[in-house]
């Protein structure tokens, strides 16, 4: 069922409110949204890649194969504005929490509330698997990502230094 984010939306991640000037569809993805997944990816990360370690870019770029393999296990939700995906988040369940994998919004359509409300039906769907707490890993230079978890009432909980190919991890997470 896919869940609008428009004018008067009320959902699971108040108090992120998307702006009203677009309708945003959040639902989760199919097998015939990975090759438009795959090259969302890639516009996102081959846009951010400066300073980043090559190996890290190049691990969130899958092709088709790799996204299908990710997807075993992690329920995926898709955002589109005029029929066309701008962002992506992944949920895995394990042991009653929920952690959000692989966010990633078009670089066109930011500060717009996709992530806002991808998130809210990322945090919906937690709600409704029983998951106590939903959590995520944002690399201490992706300041961006720091400020939409904070936004969206995530508290920081600490900091895995050097965790990633040499890089700074930050925890935020959020009790449902
Ligand atoms: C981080 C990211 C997902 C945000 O997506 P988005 O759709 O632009 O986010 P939203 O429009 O829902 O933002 C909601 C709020 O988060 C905060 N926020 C988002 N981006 C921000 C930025 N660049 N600077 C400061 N605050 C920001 C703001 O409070 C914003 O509300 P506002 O626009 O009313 O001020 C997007 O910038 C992105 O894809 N970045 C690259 C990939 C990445 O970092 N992924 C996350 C890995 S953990």
Redesign the pocket.
């Given at each position: 069922m896919p869940s609008e984010h428009g004018p008067g939306r009320d959902d699971a991640a108040s108090p992120?409110?998307?702006?009203p000037t677009e309708t945003i569809v959040v639902e989760r993805i199919t097998h015939q949204d990975v090759p438009a997944i795959c090259g969302l990816f890639k516009k996102?990360?081959e846009?951010?890649k400066t300073g980043l370690p090559s190996e890290l870019v190049k691990s969130w770029q899958p092709s088709p194969l790799e996204f299908t393999s990710w997807m075993e296990g992690v329920t995926y939700f898709a955002?589109r504005r005029d029929g066309r995906i701008?962002?992506v988040v992944g949920c895995e369940l394990d042991q009653g929490s929920v952690q959000?994998l692989?966010?990633?919004?078009?670089?066109d359509?930011?500060?717009?509330?996709?992530?806002?409300?991808?998130?809210a039906s990322a945090l919906d769907w937690a709600k409704r698997s029983e998951a106590l707490e939903a959590w995520?890993?944002?690399?201490t230079r992706?300041?961006?990502?720091s400020?939409?978890?904070?936004?969206?009432g995530f508290a920081e909980s600490g900091v895995l230094h050097k965790h990633q190919w040499r890089e700074d991890v930050r925890l935020f997470e959020r009790m449902l």
């Open positions: 992120a409110v998307a702006k996102v990360w846009g951010e955002a701008v962002g959000l692989d966010l990633a919004v078009d670089p359509a930011r500060r717009h509330g996709v992530a806002s409300s991808l998130l995520a890993e944002v690399l992706f300041s961006a990502a400020a939409l978890f904070a936004h969206l």
